[in-house]
Structure formats: structure tokens, C-alpha cells
């Protein structure tokens, strides 16, 4: 079945860049979303087709495409920002939703 | 403005089923697939299926075909997701997701704890 890989943590201090990558081989031709989660919290989307932010979402928040890679980065990450991010795509044929592993945002 | 609320808590038993549901409002209700994703204690996320509530028919991940079934009852605006043959492993938060036209998801329920336990 088709996978998603993205690293399970990173860490960043206050104001720096933080920079969460998501791998898989459909995403050349599939577009990522991405979603944060907070403790006891619903995932909210941050990031739909690789690049576009959704109203309401702060603009230190955008997104990135490189082949089998795309990069959600935050940009002067504050601490409001540390959580889990989830990217998510679709398999080749556009059959099967799939989320990425997870990366757990730590703010230093 | 949109919402999605779904069913509260559920305690089952090994070989039990469970039927949640997820009540819509502030959109069209046809307009909109909605898929169920499930989060297991301390792990990530898990997408299980997509329900078309315009004609019903469904879409579910290769793990959970032969145990899950999304329904939608239009004129309530709810759909469900009955999910059998529960396991300790089905331990989990079960989210309902609208579908945004876009393989994504812009609005989430709530969640719904199931524990599954003898």
C-alpha cells in the first residue's frame, strides 16, 4: 500500500524556521495537505495543494514542492505552533486517502 | 457556519460492533463527501473511508473492507460508520472529515472515543 514518510520529530527555538518534509512517490502527480493537531484537538488544515493556505491560517505557515518531496515550513515559529503536523495525499490512482506518519513540532 | 457533531463515547466488548454517527449543518449536505479517520492512542492518523452522500455510495481502505460500513441518512443529515468485529486495536478516536473537492479535509468533528475492552 502507498505510504507517506515524514519524520518523527523536529525541534526549533522560538522565531527560528522550522521545516517538516513528507516523502512519497505519488506526489509528483498527487497534490499534500498538510494538518496541525494539538493535544485532545481535531486536525486543522494549514496547507491544501501543496502550496495554498486556507484563510484564517497565519501566513508564516506555507508550503513546497520537489518531486517525492514536499516541505510544510513555518517561518519565525512561535510558541503556539509546537504540535503534530500530518501531511496527506492520495495513492497513483486517486483511490486511497493516506496520511504521513506524523512529526511532532517541539518549540525549544 | 458548518458544522459537524458527532456521537458520544462508546465502551465495547472483543467482537462487539459499533455504529457512530456524525450530524452536519450550515451546507448543503449532498455537496460534500465525508470521510472517517481514526487516531489509536498516541498514534497518528488513519483515514478508513469516504462516503458520497448524494447516492450513498462508499470508498473504504483496503484494512477495514469486510468490517466497516458508511451509511447516510439524508434527511437527517447524519452519516454513520458501523465498524464490526472490534478488537482491542480498534481502541481509538474516530473522527468524521468533510471533504473539501480537493482530496482534503476542511472540517472535522469532534471525535468519538471507542474503547474496546473485555
Known amino acids: 500500500s502507498y505510504e507517506l514518510t515524514q519524520p518523527p520529530s523536529v525541534s526549533v527555538s522560538p522565531r527560528q524556521t522550522a521545516r517538516i518534509t513528507c516523502s512519497g512517490d505519488?506526489?509528483?502527480?498527487?497534490?499534500a495537505y498538510w494538518y496541525q493537531q494539538k493535544p485532545g484537538q481535531a486536525p486543522v488544515l494549514v496547507i491544501y495543494?501543496?502550496?495554498e493556505r486556507p484563510s484564517g491560517i497565519p501566513e508564516r505557515f506555507s508550503g513546497s514542492s520537489s518531486g517525492t518531496t514536499v516541505t510544510l515550513t513555518i517561518s519565525g515559529v512561535q510558541a503556539e505552533d509546537e504540535a503534530d503536523y500530518y501531511c496527506q495525499s492520495v495513492d497513483h490512482s486517486g483511490t486511497y486517502w493516506v496520511f504521513g506518519g506524523g512529526t511532532k513540532l517541539t518549540v525549544l | 457556519q458548518v458544522q459537524l457533531v458527532q456521537s458520544g463515547a462508546e465502551v465495547k466488548k472483543p467482537g462487539d460492533s459499533v455504529k457512530l454517527s456524525c450530524k452536519t449543518s450550515?451546507?448543503?449536505?449532498?455537496?460534500?463527501?465525508m470521510h472517517w479517520v481514526r487516531q489509536a492512542p498516541g498514534q497518528g492518523l488513519e483515514w478508513m473511508g469516504i462516503i458520497n452522500p448524494d447516492i450513498g455510495n462508499t470508498n473504504y481502505a483496503q484494512k477495514f473492507k469486510g468490517r466497516v460500513t458508511m451509511t447516510r441518512d439524508s434527511s437527517t443529515s447524519t452519516v454513520y460508520m458501523e465498524l464490526s468485529s472490534l478488537r482491542s486495536e480498534d481502541t481509538a478516536v474516530y473522527y468524521c472529515a468533510r471533504d473539501a473537492n480537493s482530496y482534503s479535509m476542511d472540517v472535522w468533528g469532534q471525535g468519538t472515543t471507542v474503547i474496546v475492552s473485555s
Open positions: 450550515g451546507y448543503t449536505f449532498t455537496i460534500y463527501y
Open positions: 495543494k501543496d502550496t
Open positions: 505519488a506526489l509528483p502527480q498527487r497534490p
